[in-house]
């Protein structure tokens, strides 16, 4: 069971904790688990820096096809589709499209859809999550699925893999009641990987990832930090605004840290203290 501690402010970066410093590139802004992507923050990732591999091990409807994800997502959907014990009745629709994929997608549903339908489910070139490999879309494992808005419903497998994503790591990227943020319609099948804690966070605050990107920059490096509670870690998450050219991201010595550009205009460091540690016992 997971649960957050109030945040925990502090005067200054933490005087028991010494950090190294990374330098980091503009480039680096674009690569991550976190990397919001969207009208106004299109893709810049390159494909050819895109750890992508195969979806063969779950049931999939292109069995012609080739199905990719990005390897950490992989991972963590099969581990939650096992988790569902959903492996033959949940399938994996589509995952990694590239820019031309994409673009032949949006002019496909244009033609037989309208512009209405396809600027409400249908992401233009470049601004679509699919061309980051951190996205995929699931559906009932039916005979007839429809690859754009496939079923997936509040109720059996479907639903406990709902209730579970958030542990794997996976939202649901478009929900109801906030297609004025993110411009696309309630999407119930299309689901982001943006890891651990962070998914757990996004759903307790009923955030979408554009409301918790803007969120984490409240948390800069020399003021305040978020910290997130588990039974045997203490999470340390805080923002770092990218300079012009390089970038100095402090990152603690002697604890295991994950690094994400946001796609935007910095970075967001997520550091696991492991409780009885000394790092831990000084937060």
């Not at 106004?40 to 779950?58: A, D």
């Not at 559906?139 to 079923?151: H, L, Q, T, Y």
């Not at 999470?235 to 990152?251: D, N, Q």
Request: proline residues 4%; glycine residues 4%; negative net charge.
């Amino acid at each position: 069971m997971m649960r957050m501690l109030p945040i925990k402010l502090t005067m200054d970066k933490p005087q028991f904790v010494f950090y190294k410093e990374l330098q980091l590139n503009q480039s680096a802004i674009h690569h991550g688990h976190l990397i919001l992507v969207n009208r106004e923050h299109p893709i810049r990732l390159k494909e050819q820096f895109l750890e992508l591999l195969p979806v063969s091990e779950l049931q999939t409807l292109r069995q012609n096809n080739r199905l990719l994800l990005e390897k950490t997502c992989l991972r963590q959907l099969m581990a939650l589709v096992n988790a569902a014990s959903a492996i033959n009745d949940i399938i994996a629709v589509s995952g990694f499209r590239s820019q031309s994929e994409q673009r032949e997608l949006y002019e496909s549903s244009l033609r037989e859809n309208g512009a209405a339908f396809t600027a409400s489910f249908v992401a233009r070139p470049d601004e679509s999550e699919h061309q980051t490999g951190l996205a995929v879309d699931v559906g009932e494992n039916k005979e007839e699925v429809d690859f754009i808005c496939p079923s997936f419903p509040d109720r059996g497998v479907c639903q406990t893999f709902k209730e579970r994503a958030a542990e794997y790591g996976f939202i649901q990227r478009y929900k109801k009641g906030k297609e004025s943020i993110t411009n696309i319609a309630c999407e119930p099948w299309h689901f982001r990987y943006v890891g651990f804690p962070h998914a757990l966070i996004m759903e307790q605050n009923d955030f979408c990832l554009e409301e918790y990107i803007a969120f984490l920059k409240r948390f800069v490096f020399a003021k305040e930090h978020f910290y997130f509670e588990t039974e045997s870690t203490i999470l340390e998450i805080y923002y770092v605004k990218a300079a012009m050219g390089s970038t100095t991201v402090p990152i603690p010595n002697h604890a295991r840290y994950e690094l994400s550009g946001n796609n935007a205009d910095g970075f967001v460091v997520t550091v696991f203290h492991e409780k009885g540690s000394e790092q831990a016992s000084g937060l």
